[in-house]
């Protein structure tokens, strides 16, 4: 007489509720953003009311578009570490450049684009044509363009930038409760609508594949340098409008855009997106980036010093890719 395996009882819906939200992956981080936002009403109830809710949408919103371009990079397998520079540079040469003039907001929101395009095309071309690592290719454009912005200004920024080009990050619409709809809550939300449907159309899909393999997907016909230099200059681009969000809101100074490489990153790694490619999605990575931003509410809240900020990214990174690497360890088990 033979025997056969017991069947498998379906897992009851609060348990599966529970392990999708505390098992890891992009689910985990939905999940942690509510619970910091639970602590920062505990600590501070007037926090939620609307107009302090579009203060703290409006500060944000640089960082989600900049963790959006980011994950473009990390879901296809690569690194941007030049996003935080260029964002510094694009500022400072806007400043320069407008002295402000508003006569020339115009051509020099185009010139910075441009500009980003081309840091953009270089870092994807020297990374897939050359075959330097994305690591190496990046951290050498970040020190190229804060060493170059160093050497023209002296170490104090010049001019002046005009209230059209600061309008988008520090205004927004008049509304009866909300007081204020900021520009640069809009301008995040379009990009993240974007980013969802552009990565459901075919081109999406084989940026994921490039990541996931990008053997098996040059052999499928992807064109995988080409995706992946994509993908350099949309991270370059969204840095851009980035900085155009930072410039509105905080102005020129020489420390603009420091350290914003390694926030982009601690938010798309947080939001479950596997550093090496393949998984992840765009949601994820913007819910990432408000937990980040929360956080550091959160630790303003509690009279915390700004230096713990490196010390809790760093936990953030490692604990996420140990956590993706105890994942990728673990047998596949098919679901029934």
Same mark, same amino acid.
């Given at each position: 007489?033979?025997?056969?395996?017991?069947?498998?009882?379906?897992?009851?819906?609060?348990?599966?509720?529970?392990?999708?939200?505390?098992?890891?992956?992009?689910?985990?981080?939905?999940?942690?953003?509510?619970?910091?936002?639970?602590?920062?009403?505990?600590?501070?109830?007037?926090?939620?009311?609307?107009?302090?809710?579009?203060?703290?949408?409006?500060?944000?919103?640089?960082?989600?578009?900049?963790?959006?371009?980011?994950?473009?990079?990390?879901?296809?397998?690569?690194?941007?570490?030049?996003? #935080?520079?260029?964002?510094?540079?694009?500022?400072?040469?806007?400043?320069?450049?407008?002295? #402000?003039?508003?006569?020339?907001?115009?051509?020099?929101?185009?010139?910075?684009?441009?500009? #980003?395009?081309?840091?953009?095309?270089?870092?994807?071309?020297?990374?897939?044509?050359?075959?330097?690592?994305?690591?190496?290719?990046?951290?050498?454009?970040?020190?190229?363009?804060?060493?170059?912005?160093?050497?023209?200004?002296?170490?104090?920024?010049?001019?002046?930038?005009?209230?059209?080009?600061?309008?988008?990050?520090?205004?927004?619409?008049?509304?009866?409760?909300?007081?204020?709809?900021?520009?640069?809550?809009?301008?995040?939300?379009?990009?993240?609508?974007?980013?969802?449907?552009?990565?459901?159309?075919?081109?999406?899909?084989?940026?994921?594949?490039?990541?996931?393999?990008?053997?098996?997907?040059?052999?499928?016909?992807?064109?995988?340098?080409?995706?992946?230099?994509?993908?350099?200059?949309?991270?370059?681009?969204?840095?851009?409008?980035?900085?155009?969000?930072?410039?509105?809101?905080?102005?020129?100074?020489?420390?603009?855009?420091?350290?914003?490489?390694?926030?982009?990153?601690?938010?798309?790694?947080?939001?479950?997106?596997?550093?090496?490619?393949?998984?992840?999605?765009?949601?994820?990575?913007?819910?990432?980036?408000?937990?980040?931003?929360?956080?550091?509410?959160?630790?303003?809240?509690?009279?915390?010093?700004?230096?713990?900020?490196?010390?809790?990214?760093?936990?953030?990174?490692?604990?996420?890719?140990?956590?993706?690497?105890?994942?990728?360890?673990?047998?596949?088990?098919?679901?029934?």
């Amino acid at each position: 007489m033979t025997t056969t395996a017991p069947e498998k009882k379906a897992a009851k819906p609060g348990v599966a509720m529970a392990a999708r939200l505390f098992g890891g992956g992009s689910a985990t981080v939905f999940a942690l953003l509510v619970l910091v936002f639970v602590v920062i009403l505990f600590l501070n109830p007037g926090f939620f009311e609307p107009p302090s809710l579009m203060a703290f949408a409006k500060k944000a919103a640089p960082l989600v578009v900049l963790a959006v371009g980011q994950y473009f990079v990390i879901v296809c397998g690569e690194l941007d570490l030049s996003v #935080g520079s260029l964002v510094g540079a694009q500022v400072v040469i806007a400043a320069a450049v407008i002295d #402000g003039q508003e006569s020339r907001t115009v051509p020099v929101l185009a010139l910075m684009l441009a500009f #980003g395009v081309l840091v953009g095309l270089v870092n994807g071309l020297v990374v897939t044509v050359l075959k330097v690592h994305s690591l190496i290719a990046t951290l050498g454009m970040m020190l190229v363009l804060y060493g170059a912005i160093r050497l023209w200004t002296g170490g104090a920024p010049t001019g002046e930038l005009s209230d059209g080009f600061r309008q988008v990050g520090r205004e927004g619409i008049d509304m009866p409760v909300l007081r204020q709809l900021p520009w640069a809550l809009l301008v995040a939300a379009a990009v993240v609508v974007a980013a969802v449907v552009f990565m459901r159309k075919p081109f999406g899909r084989t940026l994921i594949a490039a990541g996931d393999n990008d053997r098996a997907a040059a052999f499928s016909g992807v064109r995988v340098w080409w995706v992946r230099t994509i993908a350099f200059v949309l991270s370059s681009v969204l840095a851009t409008l980035a900085g155009v969000l930072i410039g509105g809101y905080a102005g020129v100074t020489a420390q603009v855009g420091e350290g914003l490489e390694f926030t982009a990153i601690t938010a798309v790694v947080l939001g479950g997106v596997v550093l090496g490619g393949g998984r992840g999605t765009v949601l994820a990575a913007m819910a990432g980036a408000l937990t980040v931003e929360a956080l550091f509410t959160l630790f303003n809240q509690l009279s915390l010093p700004s230096t713990v900020r490196p010390t809790v990214q760093g936990v953030i990174i490692i604990a996420a890719v140990a956590w993706a690497a105890r994942e990728r360890r673990r047998p596949f088990l098919p679901q029934s």
